[in-house]
Nanobody, 125 residues
Framework: QVQLVESGGGLVEAGGSLRLSCAAS????????MGWFRQAPGKEREFVAA????????FYADSVKGRFTISRANVKNTVYLQMNSLRAEDTAIYYC??????????????????WGQGTQVTVSS
């Protein structure tokens, strides 16, 4: 079993930055791929970014490429999402997830089997 706790969300003006953290516990963290997803009101959950267990491979949604950076610190069992140049359309609940048993990340939410409770990000325009 893996437990995930996100933090770092909040209210920020357009153009500002936030850094989300996701702390994992319960099982070996470093062998698993991790991902960030988000869900805005009335919309389906969508892929944001993902990272391989080693940090050597990263994927991004086109909408955040060049603005967001995913990273991980396996010694701290933590994955991060640095979000810069935030826009109103980035407003959503952000979730981190673990793809247990796989070192390579995926863009599909169906490939992830452990999820955090989410953290709200609100960008005012």
């Amino acid at each position: 079993q893996v437990q995930l706790v996100e933090s770092g969300g909040g209210l920020v003006e357009a153009g500002g930055s936030l850094r989300l953290s996701c702390a994992a516990s319960g099982r070996t963290f470093s062998n698993y791929a991790m991902g960030w997803f988000r869900q805005a009101p009335g919309k389906e959950r969508e892929f944001v970014a993902a990272i391989a267990w080693s940090g050597g491979y990263t994927f991004y949604a086109d909408s955040v490429k060049g603005r967001f950076t995913i990273s991980r610190a396996n010694v701290k069992n933590t994955v991060y999402l640095q979000m810069n140049s935030l826009r109103a359309e980035d407003t959503a609940i952000y979730y981190c997830a673990v793809r247990s048993g796989y070192w390579y990340p995926s863009r599909s939410a169906l490939e992830y089997d452990y999820w955090g409770q989410g953290t709200q990000v609100t960008v005012s325009s």
